[in-house]
């Protein structure tokens, strides 16, 4: 039995705001995105190894990926890669999770990161997740990072949170989906809002109360697999749950209803590497805001995100605020920042055929 957390990474999604760079096949999470010489798995788990041994890691992901998984981290032994038969949200993901590893380990406390996320300093990360790792033993706490806004970003949910002196915990007042502009800016303004990182720190047995309480068709399910997590008769098992549950966020499952959710905040360069806006804002521009990653001579462009592997000559004139991007088969060009659209995009390219999605 561990007194270190077990790490819960969530490596299931597939990465449709990235299309046509991020595939069905190998999804973001699978991808050097960033140029390191890791992907953004990799970068997840190695971020964690101060705080936990190899064997605390929990991957879980869509079974298509089971063998994206063990090769990228063959630190894992089979038993800690979960497969989904399925996708059907967080809840889901997170619950069948943590009741496996409550049933192996009652005492076990769990942090849930996504396998997508950047966080630029490690140091102040670790520290953090600490100070969470704490605050979660008291009994019943949900713990979530919340991540100190430095501009009026649209593209991420937030927390309010009620102020307190004396503490860094703090009581989690309302979670708020993603603002319009102008809304933003007075969330910022206003300072007792925080970006809501996707991670969360609890003890496995605070979360199975909170579901109990707050989802208990969800827990039901889950609750039935006691005896069977870690068998052989699992698997089918799991399937047969996946049927049972219906498509729901942790956030909206749990965090919204349950009074038991506090924030610690958190200011340690972090992203969410959603979309192309979002990584474009991360990479080195050149003197009219371009990012170039590609063979290229440009005219009259400015702040557009050129990415073309290979020695094709790009040549560019008059875009503003565009993306170029030429993955495989796919040649796509839109507004960089046309988030939005990127599900009809990719619903429409798959009418045209399988393999450009």
């Given at each position: 039995m561990h007194n270190k957390p077990y790490i819960l990474i969530m490596a299931g999604g597939i990465g449709a705001r990235f299309w046509p760079y991020s595939r069905r096949r190998r999804p973001?999470?699978?991808?050097?995105?960033?140029?390191?010489?890791?992907?953004?798995?990799?970068?997840?788990?190695?971020?964690?190894?101060?705080?936990?041994?190899?064997?605390?890691?929990?991957?879980?992901?869509?079974?298509k990926y089971l063998a994206l998984v063990k090769e990228q981290l063959p630190e894992l032994k089979n038993h800690q890669i979960l497969t989904e038969p399925l996708r059907k949200n967080t809840a889901t993901c997170i619950a069948y999770a943590t009741y496996?590893?409550?049933?192996?380990?009652?005492?076990?406390?769990?942090?849930?990161?996504?396998?997508?996320?950047?966080?630029?300093?490690?140091?102040?990360f670790t520290r953090t997740l600490k100070k969470a790792v704490?605050?979660?033993?008291?009994?019943?706490?949900?713990?979530?990072?919340?991540?100190?806004?430095?501009?009026?970003?649209?593209?991420?949910?937030?927390?309010?949170?009620?102020?307190?002196?004396?503490?860094?915990?703090?009581?989690?007042?309302?979670?708020?989906?993603?603002?319009?502009?102008?809304?933003?800016?007075?969330?910022?303004?206003?300072?007792?809002?925080?970006?809501?990182?996707?991670?969360?720190?609890?003890?496995?047995?605070?979360?199975?109360l909170a579901f109990e309480k707050?989802?208990?068709?969800?827990?039901?399910?889950?609750e039935e697999g006691v005896s069977i997590y870690g068998t052989d008769k699992e698997a089918e098992f799991v399937s047969r749950a996946y049927t049972q549950?219906?498509?729901?966020?942790?956030?909206?499952?749990?965090?919204?209803?349950?009074?038991?959710v506090y924030v610690i905040l958190g200011d340690f360069g972090w992203s969410d590497l959603g979309s192309w806006n979002s990584l474009y804002d991360l990479r080195e521009k050149d003197e009219n805001n371009n990012v170039v990653e590609a063979n290229a001579i440009l005219y009259e462009t400015e702040n557009s995100y050129i990415k073309v592997k290979g020695d094709k000559l790009v040549v560019v004139q008059g875009l503003k605020n565009y993306l170029v991007n030429e993955t495989d088969n796919v040649l796509l060009i839109c507004k960089l920042d046309a988030e939005k659209k990127f599900r009809e995009f990719v619903s429409n390219a798959k009418k045209k055929g399988e393999d450009f999605i």
């Amino acid at each position: 039995m561990h007194n270190k957390p077990y790490i819960l990474i969530m490596a299931g999604g597939i990465g449709a705001r990235f299309w046509p760079y991020s595939r069905r096949r190998r999804p973001k999470q699978f991808l050097d995105i960033l140029g390191t010489g890791r992907t953004l798995l990799q970068m997840t788990y190695d971020r964690f190894t101060e705080m936990a041994e190899p064997d605390q890691f929990v991957v879980i992901t869509y079974r298509k990926y089971l063998a994206l998984v063990k090769e990228q981290l063959p630190e894992l032994k089979n038993h800690q890669i979960l497969t989904e038969p399925l996708r059907k949200n967080t809840a889901t993901c997170i619950a069948y999770a943590t009741y496996r590893i409550h049933s192996l380990d009652p005492e076990a406390t769990v942090i849930v990161t996504p396998a997508d996320h950047l966080i630029l300093q490690e140091k102040k990360f670790t520290r953090t997740l600490k100070k969470a790792v704490e605050a979660a033993a008291e009994d019943s706490k949900l713990i979530t990072l919340g991540i100190k806004p430095n501009r009026p970003e649209t593209g991420y949910g937030y927390i309010q949170y009620i102020e307190k002196a004396h503490t860094h915990v703090f009581r989690v007042k309302a979670f708020i989906e993603k603002p319009n502009s102008k809304l933003a800016k007075t969330f910022l303004e206003s300072g007792d809002f925080v970006w809501n990182s996707g991670m969360f720190v609890w003890k496995a047995k605070s979360l199975i109360l909170a579901f109990e309480k707050h989802m208990p068709d969800l827990a039901e399910v889950f609750e039935e697999g006691v005896s069977i997590y870690g068998t052989d008769k699992e698997a089918e098992f799991v399937s047969r749950a996946y049927t049972q549950v219906k498509n729901i966020s942790i956030d909206y499952g749990v965090m919204e209803k349950s009074s038991q959710v506090y924030v610690i905040l958190g200011d340690f360069g972090w992203s969410d590497l959603g979309s192309w806006n979002s990584l474009y804002d991360l990479r080195e521009k050149d003197e009219n805001n371009n990012v170039v990653e590609a063979n290229a001579i440009l005219y009259e462009t400015e702040n557009s995100y050129i990415k073309v592997k290979g020695d094709k000559l790009v040549v560019v004139q008059g875009l503003k605020n565009y993306l170029v991007n030429e993955t495989d088969n796919v040649l796509l060009i839109c507004k960089l920042d046309a988030e939005k659209k990127f599900r009809e995009f990719v619903s429409n390219a798959k009418k045209k055929g399988e393999d450009f999605i």
